[in-house]
């Protein structure tokens, strides 16, 4: 069977001719087809060109004729143009064109305007199904490489949604983000429009619906906490200059990777006025299925039935385990239930010691632990968490299941206004709400409080409190100790209240990834267990 490609550009008198030329053959000869190629005159020359380049063909006008080795595969066989195609059917198949130049330059003029409307056509079907923007920052890390495909797939942003991926990354890591755009363009996914890899901030925001941050600013250990948040903050200041202004105001803006989330995204929700400040999160979510899969091998039960267990605080640094509403679905007991039927924590576990001590120790070396087994990255389940992040936000939570997310705190639980810090959360489509029915008690209050203060003094690393002038006659003394920077001492080393604590309540557990804390030390031991009300965990208190 003899394939023919026949490409133009709409215009061509001599595509026109090359045109009917094929269309009589393809009448005449049973075992003949054709393949017509149009295209724009302002889009032939760059197309034409890319296509000799490939092929190693030396053909440079309107039409290029060649012929497809359907049956033996390869590259196609270069007939020429106009001319060399006619010489070609009449030596082959003793068939010429006959068509007048007059003709051939009328069907010229009726194939650009059947061109122009069929492109317009094509336009206005792509206009009808508008895609959603989603941008991934530092695209090379292999935290991206695991979400890029939840997100092509369509489960995250709703079934039949379109969408289009941004991938923004830096010019040496093109090469790494180029074999990813590549792979995901193999999977073929139907509602994958398209994937745009940049190193441009300004392109990959514009029109974005979701930004997802995984930028990685690394703090080596001769580095001052202070000047750490300072390259953090001019980072993610810079982002948000664009962000400012390319982005829709309804944005829904996710800070992960490593680094002071609740940091930055305080710093991008601070500078970026014209977008919703309930629409820039920090990632808690990840700490959250620490905590929960801990709980689920302790008691043998899946993770996903650990529900409404509640990390506040400062993700990276200093948070509290809040076990109190926790609960836990599908365990194997004396007692059973339908599906939905659950029953607390603490009375699964029957190990108030373990909560308190290994549970915790464990936790705060999780991540080491892990990532010592795999030997790299634990970059799967931090995907898994932004992505089920993402698809509760957008979609809305099953049920009335409390998770936590970093959100910029409006007084709730008596906390400052003003810092993001890890609250309870629950989420209804396109939106979050903080849960306030939690009792906490007044050790968690003040452990609480004493985050909040880690927080506040993060922050005045960029905005210093305002200095108080005193009394007049009053001599002003501390100036120099005013000007030093939180974090240091006067000889420039890290400062001495960068202590450690484990904060052990009856709620719950605390405990701290990051170098600042200032929990108080009465705290730590003396916690209450009165608001423990089940019989195992009072058995377990006289013990």
């Not at 003793?94 to 007059?102: A, D, E, N, R, V």
Request: glycine share 8%; hydrophobic share 35%.
């Amino acid at each position: 069977m003899t394939k023919l490609v026949i490409a133009g550009h709409a215009d061509c008198p001599y595509y026109a001719r090359a045109e009917l030329l094929a269309d009589d053959l393809k009448i005449n000869l049973p075992s003949f087809s054709v393949h017509k190629i149009v295209k724009h005159p302002k889009e032939w020359e760059p197309w034409l060109q890319q296509l000799c380049k490939k092929n190693g063909w030396g053909h440079r006008k309107s039409p290029i004729v060649w012929r497809e080795l359907i049956d033996r595969g390869g590259k196609g066989v270069l007939i020429g143009g106009s001319n060399e195609f006619q010489e070609y059917a009449s030596g082959y198949y003793g068939i010429t064109s006959k068509q007048m130049s007059t003709d051939m330059t009328k069907i010229a003029g009726e194939n650009i305007e059947t061109k122009l409307l069929v492109d317009a056509e094509e336009e206005h079907e792509r206009s009808l199904s508008k895609p959603l923007h989603v941008c991934i920052t530092n695209a090379a890390s292999p935290v991206a490489y695991h979400m890029v495909r939840e997100i092509a797939q369509g489960d995250v942003l709703g079934k039949g949604t379109e969408v289009s991926i941004k991938l923004l990354t830096e010019p040496d890591c093109i090469k790494t983000v180029e074999g990813m755009k590549m792979e995901m363009e193999d999977l073929a996914c139907p509602l994958l429009r398209n994937i745009v890899l940049t190193t441009d901030v300004k392109h990959a925001f514009k029109d974005a619906s979701a930004i997802i941050f995984l930028d990685e600013i690394a703090q080596s250990e001769d580095m001052e906490k202070a000047e750490w948040l300072r390259q953090n903050a001019e980072v993610y200041t810079e982002y948000a200059k664009v962000l400012n202004s390319t982005a829709l105001p309804d944005v829904k803006v996710i800070v992960a990777g490593t680094g002071p989330l609740n940091f930055n995204a305080f710093i991008l929700g601070h500078f970026t006025p014209s977008i919703l400040r309930q629409n820039v999160v920090a990632l808690a979510r990840l700490e959250e299925n620490h905590a929960k899969s801990a709980i689920a091998r302790r008691i043998k039960v899946k993770t996903a039935g650990v529900l409404n267990l509640v990390i506040w605080g400062n993700i990276g640094g200093t948070t509290h385990t809040d076990l109190k509403k926790a609960k836990v679905r599908g365990c194997d007991g004396a007692i059973w239930g339908p599906p939905f039927y659950s029953r607390p924590v603490g009375e699964m576990v029957h190990d108030d010691k373990w909560l308190q001590t290994e549970y915790l120790e464990g936790l705060k070396t999780y991540k080491e632990t892990i990532e010592g087994a795999l030997q790299h990255r634990a970059a799967f389940s931090e995907a898994h968490s932004i992505i089920s992040l993402l698809t509760d936000w957008w979609n809305g939570s099953k049920g009335d299941n409390l998770y936590s997310l970093g959100v910029l705190s409006e007084g709730w639980y008596d906390l400052p206004e003003g810092i993001v810090f890890s609250l309870p959360v629950k989420f209804q489509k396109g939106n979050w709400e903080v849960a306030q029915d939690i009792n906490i008690s007044e050790d968690v209050h003040k452990t609480l409080k004493s985050i909040a203060e880690e927080l506040i003094k993060e922050k005045e690393v960029i905005f210093p409190p305002p200095r108080v002038s005193p009394p007049p006659g009053v001599e002003e003394v501390g100036d120099e100790s005013e000007k030093k920077v939180f974090g240091t001492d006067e000889t420039g080393e890290a400062g001495k209240e960068n202590g450690e604590m484990n904060e052990q309540s009856g709620e719950g557990v605390t405990k701290e990834d990051g170098p600042l804390s200032k929990i108080p030390e009465e705290s730590e031991v003396d916690s209450k267990e009165g608001e423990k009300t089940t019989d195992t965990e009072k058995s377990g208190e006289e013990a």
